[in-house]
C-alpha cells in the first residue's frame, strides 16, 4: 500500500521531548531527547 505524501510527512519521526511533549529542536547534541527547559531542570 502506498501512503500519500501527507501520510509521509505525518509520520515522519519528530522528536518530541518524553517530558513534556514540547518539539524538540534539531540540535548538534542529537542524543539529547529532552527540550531545553526539561535538561536545565534535570541539572539543576
Ligand atoms: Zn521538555
Redesign the pocket.
Known amino acids: 500500500m502506498i501512503k500519500s505524501p501527507v501520510e509521509f510527512f505525518r509520520t515522519l519521526p519528530k522528536k518530541v521531548?518524553p517530558?513534556?511533549g514540547?518539539t524538540v529542536k534539531e540540535q548538534a547534541e542529537s542524543y539529547l531527547m529532552?527540550?531545553d527547559?526539561?535538561l536545565s531542570k534535570k541539572m539543576e
Open positions: 521531548c517530558e513534556c514540547q529532552e527540550c527547559r526539561c
